[in-house]
């Protein structure tokens, strides 16, 4: 289950783990507040070339406390993709990863989505 506990801002995880300079959050937050709030923190971010995609969904997976892995080809039990309708992967950016012991790994695009999780758990069974 994900993890519920009060979390860090996405700028504070990244100081914190020495990703980011005071200065540069400052800029990127000022870039969000010019863009009146229609861009999030870490496309900012990326956007200005101060952090990667993959730095940014470390420290988001770090806050959400769930494990992060970078998905490729060889990740994924191809057996395991028929356990969730195919509409349901690609309207939810689903991808599942493999199945122990009745245990289904899926990667998500928001694992803070509850609602998704509880959809995926009553779907896959």
């Not at 937050?29 to 971010?45: A, N, P, T, V, Y």
């Not at 956007?47 to 406390?65: M, P, V, W």
């Amino acid at each position: 289950m994900i993890a519920t506990l009060q979390r860090k801002p996405l700028g504070q995880l990244l100081l914190t783990r020495g990703l980011i300079k005071a200065e540069q959050l400052e800029r990127a937050l000022e870039e969000q507040r010019r863009s009146d709030h229609q861009k999030l923190l870490g496309e900012i971010l990326i956007e200005l070339r101060i952090c990667s995609e993959d730095q940014i969904t470390e420290a988001l997976a770090q806050a959400y406390g769930v494990p992060y892995a970078r998905v490729g080809p060889r990740i994924a039990d191809p057996k395991v993709i028929s356990v969730l309708p195919k509409e349901f992967l690609e309207k939810h950016q689903v991808l599942p990863l493999f199945l122990v012991e009745s245990i289904l790994t899926v990667a998500v695009p928001e694992p803070a989505n509850v609602f998704l999780m509880e959809e995926i758990e009553r779907l896959s069974g």
